[in-house]
C-alpha cells in the first residue's frame, strides 16, 4: 500500500520572478567543463563568467541590496577555464575552484559589497592533467575530492597532502559524490561502470557494474544517508534518463525514468531533507522536479517547469536560506546566457502562519563533524542538525566551531619556495601550524602517490603516521562534568561582568573564591568538601569594600586570598580552617602603591609571599607580602596590559599589552623588558603563558579581523615574531589557557564559551597538535584548574577543573582514553613538581636565589606501570568495511552461520562429559 501513500510534496509548485526579480549583467557562454558552472551559499553566488582567456568567476550576493538590484563583480581565479567549483558545507565564504591549469584554489572571499581578494589563500597541485570536479567532504572540515581526466583524489588542505589517490579509470572520469555521511566516494565513468570506492580502506573499488548504457555524459549523487545512488545518463537509444541504484548491488537499477531525447546533459540537483530531485538539461529551457521514495515507484514527477530561456548551469540554494514563511521547501538558481534565474518552489499551505514543521525537518548544521585528520583515522561522526524554525535557526556563519578553515586564515598550501612549476600561491604567508607539518606530497611529487597507492589500514600504524604528519596521543581527550552529587547548585547573585582580564573565579584544592554582585565587593567562600544545593538564606562571604578587578589563591597556602580592588589597593584575606563561619570584614594585610585600577594579580611560582599585580597606570609591581610592602617597579607599557605570567622557573616576567607588543622582564636585574616582539592585534584583549618548559610562550588573542587564533613564541627570539599560529573561531570572549607541564596539553575556553578547546603543544613543527574539544549545552563563565594530585591517575585523568555556570560549579575531569586501565599509564604521568611548596622565600628571590620544585610519582604502589605490563597475544582485527559490502549467496551465508555455531558449540565428534562418569555395567542390567 505504500504506492497509494499520499506525500506532502505532490503539489509542490516552481514559481518564476518576474524580470525585475532575476540577476542581471551575467556572460556565461558554452562551456565544455563537466561542472554545473554555478554554486550557491546561504550569502553568495558564484558562477562561470566568458571572458577570453577564461579563468574568470562571476560573484554576486545571494539577495538583493536595499535597492532592490545585485551588483555583479568578476575575479580573475586561474590562468584557465574553471571547471568546477564548490562552497564549503561549513563556512559561506570558503569557495574551492579547479582549473584546466591543473590546479585547485581555495579562496577565503568577502561578504557581498566588498572588495573580493585578488589571491587564493590555498592553492593545491594534484598533478594528473586537467582538473574537472571538486568537491568539499560532507561531515569533515578541509577535506576535498578532487578529480582529473581519469582519477580521484582525497586531499586535505590543511596539510596540502593526497590521503588516497583512487584506482585510475580506465576512460573520462565523469562524476564524483560523497554518501552523506561522508564515509564512501561514488563515480561514473564513460566506459559506463559505476564505482564505490572506501578510500580509507582501499584504492580499489569496493562494488563496481556496468550500469549506464551509453558512454554520453552521466552524472552520478548519493541519495540522502542511504545505500542508494541516482545517476543521470543516456540509454542506448540516446534517450536521457535517471536511474536509481542500490550501491550494494550495481547490477540492475531500482527505478528509472526517461526524459526523451536531447543532447543536452542531465544536471541533477538532490534535497535529501525533502526527498526532491531537480533535473534540467545544459541548453534546456525545461527544469523538472521529481520526488525520490525508498519504495516504488522510486521517482515519481512533482512538476514540470518551461523557462524563458536555456540552462546553462544550475544551483540549489542551501536549506538555512530559504523561506520558510512562505514554505518555500527548495530554491533552484538557473544560469542563462545573460541571467540567474531564482526558481522557487512552494509548497500550497496558508503561508505566514504557524512553522509548518512537517515540510522542514531539522538540516545539516554548517559545524563541521571532525576534522580531515580524524576522518582519516576512521571517524564517522554525522553534523549536528539544526532546526529551520524563524526563531531557533542560527545565523549564516562565516566560521565554523570545528577547524574548518577559519575565517581570514585557510589551511595551509604550500610556499613559495615549496611550490612547483606553474603553481602559484598566495601571496600573504600562512600562519596555521600545518604549514610546518610533514613536508608537503602530491602525487605528481611523490613515488608512492603517483603510482595510485597509499598505505592500507592493514599495514603499519607507523606507515600511516609518517603519511599523516605528527598526531597527538591525547588526541580522544574526554572532558566529563563529573556526578552532580560534587556540583554546588542554587548558586545566587554571582558577578558574572568581572573585567577581561580576571577569570571569573579561582580555586585550589580545598575551596573555591566567586565574586557577588551584591555592593560592597563581597566573595563568596565554598568549601570543596562539602558541596550540594545551597540554602536560599544569605551565606557568609568576604566584604572586600570595593568590586573585585581580580582575585587568586596564594599556592603555598590554602586560606589566603589575594583580591585585586578597584580602589588600586591589594587586600590579603585569611580564611580560617573549615572555611567561612561569620562574614570576614577586616584583610590580613592592604597593599598600597598603583595609582590606578589594577588589571590582574599572579602570585610567584616558586618564591613563598611574592605577588606580582599590573594596572592602569601602566606599572607592573612586585610585593613582598610578608614586608607588605613593594620591592619592585617594571616599565615599559603603552597601553593597557592584558596579560602576565611568571616562567616556570620564576626568574622572568612576560607580559602582553594592547599596544600589540609581547614583552619579556628579568625583574631582578632591570625595571625595563629585556625583550619585546609584535603581539596579537587589536583591542580585543590576550592571555599569555610558559611552555615547552619555558622554551616558549603560548598566546591567545585575537588577529586583525577579530578572530580568535593562537601564537607560539620563542622565549629566546620574541623580536622575530611567532614561530608558528593556529585560528579558531569567532567570539567575543579571550581565551583564558591552562597548560599542565607534564603532559604539555594545553587547555583553553573563555567567559561565555560553550567549547573548550585542548592542543598538546609541541617544541618542534607543527607546534600545535588539535585535541577533542568538550562542548556543553550551556555556556559557562569560566574554568578553574585544580593540583595534580587531585587527578583520578586510576581513570587515567590528565587534569581537574571546577566549571562555572551562571547558577551551578561543577568539577570537570579531562581523560585519556586508555585499555588497560588496571595499569599505571606511567608514559603520561611523570613525576610531577610539588608546585604548592615554596621553594624559597621572597627575600632569597630578591637577593638572586633560585630554586626548583622537587617532584613526586602519582603511582599508587598497588598499580603495575603500564611499561612493564605483560605483553598479550594479538586481537583479531575487524574487517575492513569492503568485506561487509561484498555481495555473498545464500549458501554462503548458510556455511557462514553454520560454522559460527559450531565454534560456538564445539566439536561434535569430542566425548560428552557424562560419559567418562562412573556407573552400572551394561551386563549388570541383563538380571
Known sequence: MNRFKTSKFKNTTPKIPKKDGWISNVR???????????????????????????????????????????????????????????????????????????????????????????????????GQGRLETVLFHPTSSGLLAVGSSQTAQVWDSSRDTALAALEQHPDQLQGVTWKQDGSLLATCCKDKKLRVFDPRAQLTPVQSAV?????????????????????????????????????????????????????????????????????????????????????????????????????????????????????????????????????????????????????????????AAMTAEEWWQGGNKQVQRVSLHPDKRPKPSTQPANPEPAKGKLPSGRSKEEAPAGCSTSSSPMTTPSSSAAPSRSPSSTSGLSSGFLPSPSQSARAIQNMLGPSSKFRHIQGNVLHRDTHFTNLRGLNLTTPGECDGFCANAQRVAVPLSVAGGQIAVFELSQPGKLPDTALPSIQNTVAVADLCWDPFDNHRLAVAGEDAKIRLWQVPKGGLTETLTEPECVLQGHTEKIYSIKFHPLASGLLASSSYDLTVRLWDLDAGEEVKLLRGHQDQIFGMAWSPDGQFLATVCKDGKVRIYNPRKSAEPTQEGPGPEGPRGARVVWVCEGQYLLVSGFDSRSERQLYLYSAQSLASGPVATFPLDVSPSTLIPFYDPDTSVAILTGKGDTRVYTFEILAEPPHFLECSCFNSSEPHKGLSFLPKTECEVRDVEIARALRLSKTTIEPMAFRVPRVKKEFFQDDIYPDTAVWWEPALTASAWLSGSNGRHRKISLQPKDMTPVSEAPKEAPVRKYMPSSYYLEEKTDEQKKDELLSAMVAKLGNREDPLPQESFQGVDDDEWDD
Open 28 to 126: 556565461a557562454g558554452s562551456f565544455t567543463s563537466l561542472g554545473n558552472h554555478i554554486k550557491a551559499s546561504c550569502r553568495l553566488v558564484a558562477f562561470n563568467t566568458e571572458q577570453a582567456g577564461g579563468g574568470m568567476l562571476g560573484l554576486v550576493s545571494l539577495e538583493a541590496g536595499s535597492d532592490g538590484k545585485w551588483a555583479v563583480s568578476q575575479v580573475p581565479c586561474h590562468a584557465d577555464q574553471v571547471t568546477d567549483l564548490d562552497f564549503s558545507p561549513f563556512d559561506d565564504l570558503v569557495l574551492a575552484t579547479c582549473s584546466a591549469d591543473e590546479t585547485v584554489k581555495l579562496w577565503r572571499l568577502c561578504e557581498p559589497g566588498e572588495e573580493q581578494p585578488s589571491s587564493a589563500e590555498v592553492t593545491l597541485c594534484p
Open 211 to 367: 550500469g549506464l548504457q551509453n558512454n554520453k555524459d552521466s552524472r552520478i549523487l548519493w541519495v540522502k544517508d542511504s545505500d542508494h545512488i541516482l545517476t543521470t545518463g543516456f540509454s542506448q537509444m540516446r534517450e536521457r534518463e535517471v536511474k536509481l541504484w542500490d550501491s550494494r548491488k550495481l547490477g540492475s537499477s531500482l527505478g528509472s525514468v526517461s526524459l526523451g531525447t536531447s543532447n543536452g546533459t542531465l544536471m541533477p540537483l538532490f534535497d535529501p531533507d525533502s526527498g526532491l530531485l531537480v533535473v534540467s538539461g545544459k541548453g534546456d529551457s525545461v527544469i523538472d522536479c521529481f520526488e525520490v521514495t525508498d519504495t516504488e515507484p522510486f521517482l515519481s514527477q512533482v512538476s514540470h517547469c518551461l523557462t524563458e530561456a536555456a540552462s546553462r548551469g544550475i544551483a540549489m540554494v542551501p536549506k538555512l536560506a530559504l523561506d520558510v514563511s512562505s514554505c518555500e521547501v527548495l530554491r533552484v538558481l538557473q544560469l542563462t546566457d545573460s541571467f540567474i534565474v531564482p526558481v522557487s518552489y512552494h509548497v500550497p499551505r496558508k503561508a505566514g502562519q504557524d512553522f509548518h514543521a512537517d515540510l522542514y525537518p531539522d538540516t545539516v548544521g554548517q559545524t
